[in-house]
């Protein structure tokens, strides 16, 4: 059974100075979302709400500037992986019978600056990464997040003996897609030597190769074709596969890039294209966790959108935009287009849509019919998502 893509919305991300608060921008995204699809609020069976940094039951706020219906509406918290998280229980929702149209809102209100703990008196739920980090790479200064995504990164060009400054390419890479994106926060056109030039954060890692703190929405309406049909809504678009994966034992191995989570989401991507049978070979176009350049990096061989140790020379041969192989965040990505995190999921599923719509603009990519969705979470959480359009439906 497919499950169909009826409607998705997006408003514009912006830094945490310009930002309205989080219930104002998952009600607006969700307004978006549920006009594209051309149904009510009245429609929807259950919403799933994904989001880090708001209490408990924001889900709730959000979705009652909408209305009130009654309907249960679950809050999922799974760090940057948590609108997509919620995407995955909507579309178990509909395909265990339980509901035949669900609503999925991602949203985040970000506070300036790097992301850590917001608590003091109990666990980190790092904690364990963070050992394994410091054991293995030792202590530092520099912001969490970057310290092992920037080990990772090192690791990696290690391993394959690539050039570091190889990872500065895909920031421009990554503004260059971004300056045909309204929704993007960084839409200027930026030079490897600038990004390189850009203050140093850790590792291989300068700051123009870290996303930046972002505000945003992003929603989503799911549903069967039954009810598509009996709606006529657009069913044009749906999830032809999906896998979420956590860590194993594995992932605290040593391996700084195992850490960051390259081996789940291989299990992931290979889960979704055994289940579809599908070439990766076959994508034209993807969105993927590009929360730092070295992650990008990272994504390209775990998703198998190349060799391991052959993604300087994809990099380099222009094989991840257009004209190449295959188009790695038309949107921008989080380098640009930006990261509120518990929005992310969604803005990707919306981005994928658009393009197997043939609506994105001049983002579009030539001859999409199948699309890939990458989000990750430390801590860990991997949802890949495999989008197709049918034709004539």
């Known amino acids: 059974m497919s499950v169909v893509v009826a409607g998705v919305g997006m408003i514009p991300f912006v830094t945490p100075s310009r930002t309205a608060s989080y219930d104002v921008m998952g009600e607006r995204a969700i307004r978006e ?33 909408v209305g009130t219906t009654g309907v249960p509406v679950f809050n999922v918290n ?3 992986a948590s609108g997509s998280s919620a995407l995955w229980l909507g579309r178990q929702a509909i395909l265990s019978g339980t509901a035949d149209c669900v609503l999925v809102v991602g949203f985040e209100q970000m506070a300036r600056g790097a992301i850590g703990s917001m608590y003091d008196d109990r666990p980190d739920s790092l904690w364990r990464f963070t050992e394994s980090r ?11 997040a970057a310290q092992f995504f920037g080990d990772a990164g090192a690791a990696y060009a290690e391993r394959y003996a690539m050039d570091p400054a190889v990872f500065a390419h895909v920031t421009v890479k990554s503004r260059r897609h971004a300056a045909a994106n309204p929704y993007a926060v960084f839409r200027d056109p930026i030079t490897v030597e600038e ?21 945003g929405a992003a929603a989503a309406v799911l549903c069967t074709e039954e009810f598509a049909r009996a709606h006529g809504l657009d069913a044009s678009v749906r999830i032809r596969a999906q896998a979420m994966t956590s860590d194993r034992a594995d992932t605290f191995g040593g391996d700084a890039m195992a850490l960051v ?8 991507a290979d889960a979704v294209y055994e289940e579809a049978g599908v070439d990766p070979r076959d994508l034209r176009v993807v969105e993927l966790h590009d929360c730092f350049t070295t992650n990008e990096v990272l994504a390209y061989e775990a998703l198998r959108l190349t060799p391991e140790g052959t993604s300087e020379r994809f990099i380099l041969d222009g094989q991840n935009t257009y004209g190449g192989q295959v188009v790695t965040n038309p949107s921008g990505g989080l380098l640009s287009k930006g990261h509120p995190l518990g929005a992310t999921g969604l803005a990707q599923c919306a981005e994928l849509v658009w393009q197997l719509r043939g609506a994105a603009g001049d983002r579009q990519v030539d001859d999409v019919t199948l699309a890939l969705q990458h989000n990750l979470g430390l801590g860990s959480a991997c949802v890949v998502t ?8």
């Open 195 to 215: 990004v390189l030039a850009s203050p140093h954060v850790y590792g291989p890692l300068t700051r123009l190769q870290c996303c930046p703190p972002t505000c």
């Open 386 to 393: 495999l989008y197709e359009r049918v034709s004539g439906a």
């Open 78 to 80: 799974n760090y940057c």
């Open 261 to 268: 989570g390259a081996s789940i989401a291989q299990r992931a």
């Open 134 to 144: 410091v054991a293995h790479r030792g202590a530092s200064d520099a912001p969490p």
């Open 33 to 65: 979302a549920l006009a594209d699809a051309g149904i009510g609020l009245d429609a929807v069976d259950a919403v799933y709400a994904g989001y880090v940094y708001a209490d408990t039951a924001a889900g709730q706020t959000a979705v009652y500037g």
